[in-house]
């Protein structure tokens, strides 16, 4: 629980001042904006690029924008485009080499120019996301460079969800919708009457210093009790559930379920879920040259298990069915990752469900694969 | 220093855009002429070096019994033999002829239909001889041309995947059109290669690239006919460049008889 001397009141009029603070500072602001009719993140010049009365429909397979009817600038739930996009960039150059004279070769690392990120508006889901992404990129002895300098140096700046989308389930996976940990200052924001202000809970000394240069008052009881009511209100919109009860137990009991032929029959094998989930990790690397044959480069981009090549070994793939990838990728998120990384790969954002071309939705696969075994 | 390869390229039934995509080169095609010896590209030069060849690019589909003959001798003149282009590779836009009676056509475009001497089907290649590999695209892209042309020189596998449209929209971060706007889109069911440029433009794909490699069409029919996409529509998004491939002319037998 913030003890009350650890939560301020930024007023709105003075929330652009946050932005100038972190420019100033060399980050490069991130967050969401509106773009073809989509709240995506995007690099921001400052407040006036935020979604500024916009709140989002989304169900399975469809979004669409609408008006709020009022002035949030956070009123929204997420969209297509997570944090990944920007830890773990979906194309990236690892090395380069060049043969020499001589006869051998010379081998240069990439050097990860990317300037420093500010997240503007993580929401708890995504926290818990990137802390997941941490865990495969970071722990362990082979630690991922391109990732963890861009961990190391990116700000956080969480805002706690006030509303949620029919999508949402960050309830079921513990995992929100109110931030926790992992952030340097989070921002629950406030519309009552005619008032508009943020109540600001710095999580780090980062978080603190950002607040010194931003005016703020210490926070009432109210606002404090305002801000837990906003979360409440998320909380009760939840749009989907899942039991995530022995859920592990369950899909290893059920690999032959005729439920798997259901989804075959539906699942495009588009890989869609896999690029929009902010915790999927995988990645292939690939040996460009260039006509000389004298230069070549390695490359990493996004792969998904949802494409024959993911598991191509020799003489064919692993996974040749659409049955089979689509139960990989469910299993693993849910009930494998918990062996493999101790935390469920599944954080509740919803994304995969929204963004499946012809929705697919995991709660709803496994209310059915629960239920037949009744 | 060795000898340079022997380039040819060859035309069957197409309309000359995917040979262009070579000449497109531009800036790159130097450096290809620097490792190659472009020795048979009518399109490109008169002047013919006689075969074998070490490397054909075949773009255009068997349509007349001519045509069924030479790309055999192609072949036997090719050590290599990579077919470019939605004609070569599928049957292209003259597969439509497949749905249809030729000889009915024949009487209603010609004046003197007995001078034609065609086949009653537009084919891909790949059914008359043995191909090396297949290069998509409605037109080819020059950027996975150059990229094979350098597989071939440096000995090694072309990065060409066959996954669909879609993960190549979410690494550039476009928003699914399908998804956040209701238009019909081919990219779940289409392969990558093109970097997909329609839906970044907000039109749905197009299909150009021709079937992924595990397309569900009955899936993506089923969930556009949700959307209010109209039968001819859909039909019509089948029925393009790359109809002639298996997968997306089944789509449309199936559309056409769940019409009737």
């Known amino acids: 629980m913030t003890k009350p001397n650890n939560a301020f009141v930024i007023q709105r009029e003075d929330l652009h001042i946050l932005f100038d603070v972190l420019i100033e500072r060399g980050y490069t602001p991130v967050g969401p904006t509106v773009r073809e009719a989509v709240i995506v993140y995007d690099e921001l010049s400052g407040l006036e690029d935020l979604p500024e009365g916009w709140a989002e429909e989304q169900d399975a397979g469809t979004y669409s924008l609408k008006r709020r009817g009022d002035n949030a600038l956070f009123g929204f739930n997420n969209g297509p485009h997570s944090w990944k996009n920007y830890l773990f960039p979906s194309r990236v150059k690892l090395w380069e080499g060049d043969k020499t004279e001589d006869g051998g070769f010379t081998v240069k690392s990439a050097v990860d120019t990317q300037k420093k990120f500010a997240f503007i508006g993580v929401r708890a889901c995504d926290l818990h996301a990137i802390q997941v992404q941490d865990k495969v990129f970071l722990d362990g002895e082979y630690r991922d460079p391109i990732y963890s300098k861009r961990r190391e140096e990116a700000l956080v700046i969480a805002v706690n969800c006030g509303q949620a989308a029919k999508t949402c389930f960050c309830t079921s996976m513990n995992t929100g919708p109110r931030v926790s940990d992992g952030y340097d200052l989070a921002l629950t924001e406030i519309l009552d009457n005619d008032q508009h202000y943020f109540l600001a809970e710095p999580g780090s000394t980062s978080g603190f210093s950002l607040l010194a240069e931003i005016p703020h008052s210490e926070a009432s009881q109210e606002a404090i009790a305002a801000a837990r009511g906003c979360t409440k209100q998320a909380q009760e919109q939840m749009g989907r559930k899942i039991d995530i009860s022995d859920v592990k137990e369950m899909l290893y009991r059920n690999y032959d379920n005729d439920r798997w032929d259901e989804l075959e029959k539906r699942c495009l094998s588009c890989g869609n879920c896999t690029m929009a989930c902010p915790t999927c990790f995988c990645s292939k690397v690939e040996d460009v040259t260039d006509l000389t044959g004298n230069h070549a480069e390695r490359w990493r981009e996004w792969e998904s298990c949802f494409t024959m090549d993911f598991s191509y070994i020799h003489g064919g793939s692993v996974r040749p069915t659409t049955r089979s990838r689509y139960r990989q990728w469910l299993v693993h998120k849910l009930a494998a990752w918990l062996d493999q990384f101790g935390t469920s790969g599944c954080v509740g954002c919803g994304r995969c469900i929204t963004w499946c071309p012809v929705g697919i939705d995991l709660t709803e696969e496994v209310r059915l694969l629960r239920n037949s075994e009744n | ?260």
């Open chain 2, 1 to 260: 220093m060795t000898e340079k390869p022997k380039l040819a390229v060859w035309k069957f039934a197409s309309c000359d855009g995917c040979q262009l995509s070579l000449l497109d080169c531009e800036d790159e095609l130097l450096a290809v002429a620097d490792r190659i010896t472009i020795a048979n590209f009518m399109e490109a030069s008169s002047n013919v070096i006689d075969g074998p060849y070490d490397l054909s690019l075949v773009e255009g589909s068997i349509t007349t019994p001519h045509d069924r003959e030479r790309i055999r001798d192609v072949r036997r003149q090719s050590k290599f033999l990579i077919t470019i282009g939605a004609c070569a590779t599928a049957g292209g836009i003259q597969a439509l002829r497949n749905f249809t009676d030729t000889r009915e056509l024949l009487s209603v475009v010609y004046a003197s239909p007995e001078y034609i001497s065609t086949l009653n089907t537009s084919t891909p290649i790949s059914e008359h001889v043995k191909i090396d590999f297949e290069l998509r695209g409605c037109p080819i892209n020059k950027t996975q041309l150059l990229e094979v042309i350098n597989a071939f020189l440096n000995k090694r596998k072309p990065n060409v995947s066959p996954h669909s449209v879609c993960i190549e929209c979410k690494k550039r971060g476009t928003a699914c059109i399908m998804v956040a706007h209701g238009t019909a889109c081919m990219g779940p069911v289409t392969q990558a290669g093109c970097g997909a440029i329609c839906p970044s433009y907000n039109r749905g794909c197009y299909g150009c690239y021709g079937p992924m490699e595990a397309p569900n069409t009955s899936s993506l029919v089923k969930w556009m006919r949700n959307l209010g996409v109209p039968e001819d529509e859909l039909l019509r998004m089948f029925k393009t460049y790359n109809v002639g491939a298996e997968s997306f002319r089944c789509a449309v037998e199936r559309v056409e008889g769940e019409d009737k």
